[in-house]
């Protein structure tokens, strides 16, 4: 499973650092296309940014489908453990099975209602009219308003995100059964606090 | 009736300890099969297009803009900048640690990132200067707080899209309540410092201030960005997010050279996966949100609360009360997006600003976050003192009495609140 981890990582990577580019472009475009630079201006009035806010909102809906299946493995989801962790061993252990036990339920109800809406929201025309079958009552489905992209294609990242988060809420149960450990963050982690000299300081100065 | 059932049902499932997410969208799918017409097919529309707002998408890049900056190295140039500036006053270094503080978390964006990174540097040198260890944890575990107050802050934009108010006046909003926290903080720290006679630092010269001011104004000027940038409206606010993380990216890289460029995938992935915590409570909360609307629910409590005579005085001490409680089990986000869609209509009816109310709630917040049980703050802070939770407890009550007594000030005089936005011309 070592591919799908590391497929995973990449792809939310990709996807967070698309999004800023795209923004940070459109809004460097919005004002160099002002200013009077010639050629340059009128080809850069030539091409339009408007798509960047549904491109960016799309890139960002993806990467949280994606990046809340990858939180999973790494336990950021919180919870309020509070009532739990002053449970006995054995009450507390069964609370966790149910806690990951809703996360799986949860993630798998998700994962078939969003194919379900995908697959009438326009993949069951798609799929049956490339295989050449009888569409019925099924129809092409909306497009997005700017970049004009099948809707159905944009909200299947609901669907895989689901999917793949209810197999990582399946493993962590399993590891946990298996080991009794369970993912942990670490809410407050710091780089390069090792690395930073301690501050001078004068000692017991008083005036 | 059926808020009983919704809100019965929301605590049980959060009690078992599962992600708070989780049991907002258990309890939307369980009332949905059983108790309403609502068709099931525009649940699953809700998923995606709940967070399909360009608003919410300021929340990721916040995270990855504080993420380049959250590193020592900043944390460092920030304390240096701030005891060369105060360091020879009364209870120099904790002053130090409050301005420090203030600034790192408005930049990090994160409060227990900020109570660990100015903490592990500055408690050190202040056990050493002769400071007792339980006056630099209090200063440090409260002050790390501020962060949520001191724009950019993220709290703000949840709060802002559950209650479809403006993030550029919310932000805006915070600039007064936020200094004079820190004031007040700062002001606790100088008058316990005088009166137990704690050392001072010799004064730094003008160079020296001015070597630390350049060294820590790249940092700084992340807020100049956000807030410039939205004010003159040169950005909106998630343009402005995007741009100051484009900013943070370049100054940690090429202009302090904290981090590689080989570091930066780790960087994006951490914030992706962060983001995507809040993104998905997000989504969630507003699903639950919407079944609350659909069932009238915040409406129906409006009606109630106003039948039974209550004044804006007395709900706004209830909204204390209970976000305060609330704070002793969740983390900050999930109160906002739970509680805002309830308590706004009926802060609406009573005609209390909307941002002024939506700091009130974040002034909360705060001081959730340095309270026991929970509160995330003293938690890092324990780590990194090595205190048990309770001796921290007690080394924090000087600081958190501060902050409830400006919590009332900020609750019952919304000039604090509304005066900067207003003088700007946001609201």
Known sequence: ????????????????????????????????????????????????????????????????????????????????????????????????FVALGAGVLFTAIVAILGARMVWENGLAYVTLS?????????????????????????????????????FRFIQVLMTFYKTGDLPHHDHGHVDGLDEVEPLEVQVGHKS | MSALVIFGLLTVLMLTGMPISIALGLTVLTFLFTMTSVPIEAVALKLFTGIEKFEIMAIPFFILAGNFLTHGGVAKRMINFASSMVGHWY????????IACALFAAVSGSSPATVVAIGAILLPAMVKAGFPKNFGAGVITTSG????????????VMYAVATNSSVGALFM??????????????????????????????????????????????GLLLIVVVMGGIYTGIFTPTEAAAMSAVYAFIVAVFVYKDMSLKDVPKVLLNSASMSAMLLYIITNAVMFSFILTNENIPQSLADWMLAQGMGAIVFLLIVNVLLLVAGNFMEPSSIVLIFAPILF???????????????????????????????????????????????????????????????????????ISTWLPHMMGLM
Request: proline share 6%.
């Open chain 1, 1 to 96: 499973m070592k591919w799908l981890d590391r497929l995973e990582e990449i792809f939310i990577t990709f996807l967070i650092a698309a999004a800023t580019l795209v923004i940070f472009v459109a809004v460097v475009h919005r004002y160099a296309s002002g200013l009077h630079l010639g050629a340059v201006q009128d080809w850069l009035l030539t091409i339009h940014m408007s798509w960047a806010q549904e491109l960016c909102i799309i890139l960002f809906v993806w990467m949280a489908k994606f990046g809340a299946a990858y939180g999973v493995r790494q336990g950021v989801h919180v919870g309020v453990d509070v009532l739990v962790n002053r449970l006995p061993a054995d009450k507390r252990r069964i609370m966790i």
């Open chain 1, 130 to 166: 490339t295989l050449g079958l009888d569409t019925g009552d099924h129809y092409e489905g909306p497009t997005t308003p700017d970049l004009e992209w099948p809707t159905w294609a944009v909200y299947l990242a609901v669907p895989l995100g689901s999917s793949l988060m209810c």
């Open chain 2, 91 to 98: 209870g120099g270094l904790g002053l130090a640690g409050v």
């Open chain 2, 145 to 156: 707080a501020l962060g949520i107050l001191i724009p950019p802050s993220i709290v703000m």
């Open chain 2, 173 to 218: 909003a915070g600039v007064i309540p936020g200094l004079m926290l820190a004031g007040f903080l700062g002001f606790t720290t100088f008058y316990r410092a005088k009166k137990f006679d704690y050392p001072r630092q010799p004064k730094a010269t003008g160079a020296q201030r001015f070597k630390a001011f350049r060294d820590s104004v790249w």
């Open chain 2, 345 to 415: 209509p009926m802060a609406m009816k009573l005609g209390i600003d909307p941002i002024h109310f939506g700091i009130i709630m974040v002034v909360n917040m705060e001081v959730g976050m340095c309270h026991p049980p929970v509160g995330l703050n003293l938690y890092v802070a324990s780590g990194i003192t090595k205190m048990g939770i309770t001796e921290l407890t007690i080394a924090v009550w000087p600081w958190l009495l501060t902050m409830l007594v400006f919590l009332i000030l900020v609750t019952y005089v919304p000039m």
